[in-house]
């Protein structure tokens, strides 16, 4: 079975899309869609109109619609009653007949948790089971899909065990593992532990966690970070690697503004930690994780070594070199 390989790309992004671009993926996730008391709305996707393009670039392409993505609300008010479920799950349905959509995607960040400044109820754990159940009903043979958090938070927010039987396969964000709220300098993508990191806070261990929650190996798909995390005032040792920081994990440039002269200009050195299979940036006090092409590669190999699904990555726009994407379709192809 072919692998999957699937963009996140916000509205602005869509313009970037080339036809190469479309021959290296399987999947388009909208982003976003939003959640308007027991509705769906699409207003913000000013650019769908581009998706007739991509289908004469790729007839073989899928456009999903992902609804959520980090602080947006109305999940858990919307998922609390049947009425409401049923109301939702309908306008989906009414949104993929409209726009010729092929699946949807629930990134709902996160149950039973307000850490992104939304509502949340201990009942969201249940509730989005539910929820998942009444799109499914609607959804007929379209795909149904979701974007997960990348930690045991996410675990114990759902029920995975059930969620597998009912989606057709769950993206894990294994990126922004180390976050705005990681006051320690690491890498936020990794593929694997490094040398003194017993965190599990990289993408085989995520993997294990999942798995052994219910999911089924050939339903995950893993995720691929085209931006990096950045933190400042870091101390000096082990070049800054699992270090202290004087700032959390902040967001750093995409991938196609990490360039020779941007590295030049902050007195950076590449660096590779061999053990986790990832790539950094450091100039004495500021540490960048990020994505190179040889840390993408090692995760589509990953992909096929495990089997898996497939990669995803967060976002389009963030590499307009298309380099990134160039390495996931000669991987995964």
């Known amino acids: 079975m072919k692998k999957y390989a699937l963009a996140y790309a916000a509205n602005d992004s869509l313009p970037v899309f080339t036809r190469e671009d479309l021959n290296c993926l ?4 909208l982003a976003f869609g939003l959640v308007n008391g027991c509705r769906l709305d699409m207003s913000q996707l000013t650019n769908i109109g581009l998706m007739k393009q991509f289908r004469e670039w790729n007839p073989g392409i899928k456009i999903v619609l992902s609804i959520g993505g980090w602080g947006a609300g109305g999940f858990s008010e919307m998922a609390m009653t049947e009425a409401g479920r049923d109301s939702f799950a309908k306008s989906c349905l009414e949104a993929a007949e409209r726009f010729g959509l092929d699946g949807i995607d629930i990134d709902w960040e996160y149950p039973c948790s307000s850490q992104a400044g939304i509502a949340s109820d201990p009942r969201d754990r249940e509730n989005f089971t539910l929820l998942l159940q009444a799109l499914r009903a609607y959804l007929g043979s379209r795909s149904l899909s979701i974007a997960a958090g990348a930690g045991s938070y996410f675990i ?21 593992m180390r976050n705005g709220f990681t006051g320690q300098a690491g890498h936020h993508a990794a593929l694997r532990a490094g040398a003194g990191d017993a965190s599990g806070l990289n993408t085989v261990d995520m993997v294990d966690l999942f798995h052994r929650a219910g999911v089924p190996l050939e339903k995950l798909v893993i995720g691929a970070a085209f931006y990096s995390r950045r933190w400042d005032g870091v101390e000096g040792g082990n070049n800054g690697l699992l270090q202290p920081a004087a700032t959390t994990g902040q967001s750093g440039p995409g991938y196609s503004d990490i360039t020779g002269e941007f590295i030049r200009r902050g007195g950076y050195k590449s660096c590779w930690d061999a053990e986790a299979q990832a790539a950094y940036l450091w100039n004495g006090s500021t540490f960048i994780s990020y994505e190179s092409p040889e840390a993408v590669a090692l995760k589509c190999r990953y992909v096929k070594e495990a089997g898996l699904l497939g990669l995803m990555y967060w976002e389009h726009g963030c590499d307009k070199t298309h380099t990134l994407l160039q390495v996931i379709g000669r991987e995964l192809a």
């Open 26 to 29: 399987t999947h388009i996730n």
């Open 156 to 176: 114990q927010g759902t029920e995975m065990d059930k969620v597998a039987g009912v989606v057709d396969y769950v993206q894990i964000m294994t990126y922004d």
